[in-house]
């Protein structure tokens, strides 16, 4: 097995550099939409609570859906408390555009009675916590823990971990082994941001099914893993 990092030399390419990479993303993805969560961040939801909600709503839904799901639910209640005021009915009804909502509703109407009943109302920052409820993977509660609470960490999605495979930088079956692998060798200060880059960098540049490398930013130093035919 390859060790983490360790890189091929590959004629014409230099060798992967992962400080210019986030420099040059950075500037790429600028033009593109936020994805949900930043987003939802920056409009001011960045609650524990908040940040968890939404990342439920936004699990196998477009952002273009989650964000004004989540908007609708925020104004109808945003805190714990609130939220377990709510029926499960009322909750659905109002979350109704997103994927999965029936299920999702009980979900988050479930997690609200929990953290006023356990916690006092204020949903802590502890990924034990985060994880143990029904629902929440690992990918939501780093999302949450970096986002909402400040502490590094890496929340690996489907775009995280495809671009990263393809770069060369790990070489890994499953999202929940490239998180294991970043977080070995990522610098730290990146373990946050590469979420907030990689995602609208997936979506718009290296995506799924025909990659734009032509016009990519890291073309230079990318190995392009397993692309055989781009744009
Ligand atoms: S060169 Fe192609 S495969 Fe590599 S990051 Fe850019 S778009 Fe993705």
Redesign the pocket.
């Known amino acids: 097995m390859r060790k983490p990092g360790k890189e091929t030399i590959v004629p014409d390419k230099r060798p992967f550099d992962i400080d210019q990479a986030i420099f040059r993303i950075r500037e790429a993805v600028r033009p593109f939409p936020k994805a949900a969560l930043f987003e939802l961040a920056e409009e001011g939801f960045r609650s524990p609570f908040e940040q968890l909600i939404a990342c439920i709503i936004s699990v196998r839904t477009l952002d273009e859906v989650t964000l004004p799901t989540a908007r609708r639910l925020f104004a109808l209640a945003c805190t714990p408390f609130e939220v377990s005021r709510l029926t499960v009915a009322e909750i659905d009804e109002c979350i109704r555009a997103c994927t999965f909502h029936e299920a999702k509703a009980r979900q988050i109407h479930e997690i609200a009675r929990r953290i006023v009943k356990e916690h006092g109302g204020v949903l802590p920052c502890e990924p034990a916590i985060l994880l143990s409820f029904h629902g929440v993977g690992p990918k939501c509660a780093n999302l949450v823990l970096g986002i909402a609470c400040d502490q590094p960490s890496i929340a690996v999605d489907i775009h995280v971990h495809r ?1 990263t495979n ?2 060369g930088y790990v070489h890994t079956p499953t999202p929940e082994k490239t998180a294991a692998v970043l977080a070995e060798i990522l610098p730290r200060p990146y373990w946050i941001e590469i979420n907030r880059l990689l995602v609208p ?2 979506k718009h ?3 799924g099914r025909l ?3 032509s016009t ?4 230079d130093m ?4 397993g ?1 055989s035919t ?1 744009r």
Do not use: D, S
């Open positions: 671009v393809r770069w960098f997936g540049i290296c995506t990659p734009r490398c990519c930013p890291v073309l990318c190995r392009q893993v692309v781009h």
